[in-house]
């Protein structure tokens, strides 16, 4: 069974630029989940999204911060414009459902952004 | 948001030896109490995982204690070895999340 699949792996932006990350979660999961992972820090949840529709955004900077998930499969997740303080690890994670609690999170490789 | 909190930071620990890593969660709405290994470069991958409903769970060399009136749950890994070396992250939640602060395990040869 193929993994969720994050790209870029790694980007590299002046602050002001603006930058995309796009994720591909396993086949059939429902759920979908981008999380900020800042160096030395947990995975803190940015949104949250069940089919295409979102369950949770309440943690995500909406003014400058947006995703969408169009078809309820594949995923972008947009930042514009970008802050020293976005620098940290996107990881994007997908579940059969969050309809129940018991539900395990499968985490993509991440892609680490460094804004300059 | 609310908080779970981890510890230690970090951990040194001998090979043979037993590792043990500490988490304590505000909301007792909580209900799922997953702890997930993290290797350098790579996304969290869950280890194990409990429900409050029993106070340990083991698989293998891994143990979740949980303790409902304390609100803290551990993870102890027995006879550790170099390859358990990567940050552990433990997490309360509901269908989402919130993960504590990782502890960095460093198992000695």
């Known amino acids: 069974e193929a993994g969720v699949a994050q790209s870029p792996r790694y980007k590299i932006i002046e602050k002001r630029q603006s930058v995309a990350f796009w994720c591909n979660p396993i086949?059939?999961?429902?759920?979908l989940y981008w999380y900020q992972q800042i160096l030395g820090q947990g995975p803190k949840l940015l949104i949250q999204?069940?089919?295409?529709?979102?369950?949770?955004d309440s943690q995500l900077p909406k003014d400058r911060f947006s995703a969408e998930r169009l078809k309820g499969v594949d995923s972008t997740l947009k930042i514009q414009p970008a802050k020293l303080e976005d620098s940290a690890v996107y990881l994007c994670?997908?579940?059969?459902?969050?309809?129940?609690?018991?539900?395990?999170?499968?985490f993509g490789p991440g892609t680490r952004l460094t804004v300059l | 948001q609310q908080q779970v909190k981890q510890s230690p930071q970090s951990l040194i620990v001998q090979k043979g030896g037993i590792s043990i890593i500490n988490c304590a969660y505000e909301?007792?709405?909580?209900?799922?109490f997953p702890w997930y290994q993290q290797f350098p470069g790579k996304g969290p991958a869950l280890l194990i995982a409990?429900?409050?409903?029993?106070s340990e769970k083991k698989e293998g060399r891994f143990t979740i204690s949980f303790n409902k009136s304390a609100k803290q749950f551990s993870l102890h890994i027995m006879d550790s070895q170099p390859g358990d070396s990567a940050t552990y992250f433990c997490?309360?939640?509901?269908?989402?999340?919130?993960f504590g602060k990782g502890t960095m395990l460093l198992v000695s040869p």
């Open positions: 909301n007792t709405a909580f209900d799922y």
């Open positions: 409990i429900r409050p409903d029993v």
């Open positions: 086949s059939g999961h429902a759920t």
């Open positions: 994670a997908s579940s059969l459902s969050s309809v129940s609690s018991y539900n395990e999170q499968f």
């Open positions: 997490a309360a939640g509901y269908s989402t999340l919130t």
């Open positions: 999204f069940q089919n295409n529709g979102v369950v949770d």
